[in-house]
């Protein structure tokens, strides 16, 4: 899907300045909640509709796009496919240029549900490989995630425990991992803290989401979780 969507403004509620809103950067999870319920009205989605085509809860949406709940990262690759974007579109960082280049020390940092995060990609719709950074610390809740594509970890520093379909693979600093996304996984910090980079493949979707002007149902239709 080539179609651009336009960032959203917001204001204060009030009608008056919000200065946090003049500069997303302030609050970023903010910027990522306001994105993200910007896609979807763009498209004419419902939290329904859109839940459907995703695999998440229409519950779990409703809190991300109100600043309620961060995203984890299986959340936010599910999203980028079904909306056809890249992750950094995505979060409304829109690249058009022919390379991306992320410095490591300024690479703009995230909250998620997973941990701290930076994405490392940003060539667009165009391509096919995602990159974050993921920052894991012990103790986090696990979140289990599951797509199509593949996904390849590199762990940075500490060490991580993989979940893969059930199996529990523990990854050191400088080991590497390549697994079928579509085999439910999740990664958690083993002891302390832990750095991994995760590089994530996955196909477009064979019919991308519309609203009820744009055929809503033939093309929510061909997705998962419909009958």
């Keep these: 899907m080539t179609t651009r969507i336009p960032r959203a403004q917001h204001g204060a509620p009030d009608g008056g300045r919000d200065d946090r809103a003049g500069d997303p950067a302030a609050d970023p999870e903010r910027r990522v909640a306001a994105r993200l319920a910007e896609l979807r009205r763009a498209h004419g989605l419902t ?3 859109l839940a459907e085509w ?6 779990h ?3 991300m796009e109100k600043g309620e709940r961060q995203p984890s990262i299986g959340s936010l690759i599910q999203l980028s496919r079904a909306y056809g974007i890249s992750l ?3 979060i409304g960082d829109v690249r058009s240029r ?4 992320v410095r490591g020390a300024s690479a703009p940092v995230r909250q998620g549900q997973d941990g701290p995060y930076a994405i490392m990609s940003g060539l667009g719709p ?5 990159a974050v950074r993921l920052e894991l610390t012990t103790g986090r809740p696990e979140h289990t995630a599951s797509h199509p594509g593949e996904e390849w970890v590199y762990v940075v520093q500490g060490q991580v425990v993989a979940d893969i379909g059930g199996e529990l693979i523990t990854l050191a600093a400088g080991d590497a991992l390549h697994f079928d996304a579509a085999a439910t996984h999740s990664l958690q ?3 302390g803290q832990a750095t991994a980079l995760i590089v994530s493949a996955t196909p477009p979707p064979a019919r991308p989401p519309h609203g009820p002007g744009q055929g809503l149902g033939p093309a929510l239709g061909a997705g998962p979780g419909t009958s």
């Design 47 to 49: 939290l329904t509709a």
């Design 54 to 59: 995703t695999g998440i809860s229409t519950a």
């Design 61 to 63: 949406l409703s809190r």
């Design 88 to 90: 950094s579109e995505l």
């Design 98 to 101: 022919e390379h991306h280049v």
């Design 126 to 130: 165009r391509s096919a490989l995602e």
């Design 189 to 191: 910090a083993a002891d």
